[in-house]
């Protein structure tokens, strides 16, 4: 790695860009003036940070950036993270190392840049215990498919949904359907046995990570207040809790939506107001189940009148037809992430007295 330059005693902000193995650092002094500019070795870094004076590190919010947050905090600097699609605009030409961190740490200088909290080992661990959910869901759903697939070959063809999918499933175990009329040849069974047995394997695995779920959103006050809406459940409150541990990041509801790609993409000029679809920016887990427990409660409308459902109900009769239910199903899940952040704002728990007429 060499010695440690003179002119990084100067160092008042430095840009990491962090790699497997390589990192490329960018420094700067008070003056903006760059006045280190090298790579450092992972197995180096936190010997190189801890000859730098305290400073201001600034790193992209991916990767193991907390983990190297945590750790350079622990030496006395202050970190910073900043969102990858904020770094981006600043990259200049060619796209390297050098040119990737030179980019960060131009990106931190400007006003009014947004920065990514710096998360906790707890906070990491209960993230992952959601994308391993959601990756066991992917899994199940693709053995379901395959059953359904295989099955078909020999015609045995059952309806979309998972449902139906677990209908072929049970087919596998009793050799005929429901009616005792389809029958499935044994060697049929055998040979798609190993699919039935990782399905089982996966749904105990589901259902556990679901009790430490519901478990954790009842023993919190955040999560329970976030249950009261209609469409949130403990998966999706206990997800929002951990994702975004403090709403003050945000300044309104419209915000955290467009956090969650829920906003129209806009497209103006000239003073003319141009809105297409959803970005679908943002995070992705977040906003497919709150979609998926706005098509929840568009199911299950009936019998409540509420602000909510009836204002769901009155447009779905507007919108009409399967393209406009999906798009109710957004606008509600828009609505959602908007009572979301009222709540967790303000304390309170949803309002569900019904309207008067």
């Known amino acids: 790695m060499g010695k440690l330059s003179e002119s ?25 003036e760059v006045v280190l500019a090298r790579k450092v070795r992972r197995s180096e870094l936190l010997r190189f940070a801890g000859k730098l004076g305290p400073c201001e590190i600034v790193m992209e919010a991916c990767g193991s950036a907390h983990h190297w947050a945590r750790e350079l905090m622990a030496l006395g600097h202050s970190v910073k993270l900043i969102p ?89 175990t009793d050799g005929v ?44 006050d955040k999560t329970r207040r976030l249950m009261s809406i209609p469409g949130i459940g403990p998966v999706t409150a206990s997800a929002i809790a951990a994702t975004v541990p403090d709403m003050r990041a945000f300044a309104s509801g419209r915000e955290f939506s467009a956090f969650l790609g829920l906003t129209p993409r806009q497209h103006s000029s000239g003073g003319k107001e141009r809105l297409g679809r959803i970005t679908k920016m943002g995070d992705r887990y977040l906003r497919r189940l709150l979609v998926v427990g706005a098509t929840a409660v568009l199911h299950h409308a009936t019998g409540h009148n509420d602000a909510l459902r009836r204002w769901a109900r009155q447009m779905l009769e507007r919108k009409g037809g399967r393209s406009g239910f999906k798009l109710t199903a957004v606008a509600l899940a828009n609505k959602l992430a908007r009572l979301a952040f009222a709540i967790l704002r303000s304390g309170s728990v949803y309002d569900d007295r019904p309207v008067p007429a």
């Not at 990084?8 to 008070?30: E, I, W, Y």
């Not at 998360?119 to 066991?136: C, F, G, I, T, Y």
């Open 177 to 220: 359907d429901e009616d005792g009329v389809v029958q499935v040849p044994d060697n049929v069974r055998l040979a798609l046995a190993p699919l039935a047995r990782q399905i089982d394997a996966l749904d105990a695995a589901i259902e556990t990570i679901d009790r430490h779920l519901a478990a954790g959103a009842t023993a919190n």
């Open 84 to 172: 990858p699609a904020h770094v981006k605009p600043y990259v200049r030409r060619n796209k390297n190392d050098a040119a990737d961190a030179a980019a960060i740490c131009e990106a931190a200088m400007r006003p009014g840049q947004r920065f990514t909290p710096v998360r906790s080992v707890e906070n990491q661990a209960q993230l992952m215990r959601h994308r391993v959910r959601d990756q066991l869901v992917g899994q199940r759903t693709a053995l379901l498919n395959g059953l359904r697939g295989h099955l078909s070959e020999i015609g045995v063809v059952a309806a979309q949904g998972a449902q139906n999918a677990y209908r072929l499933k049970r087919m596998l």
């Open 8 to 32: 990084s005693a100067s160092v008042t902000r430095m840009a990491l860009d962090l790699a497997k193995n390589v990192f490329q650092a960018h420094g700067v002094d008070a003056r903006g």
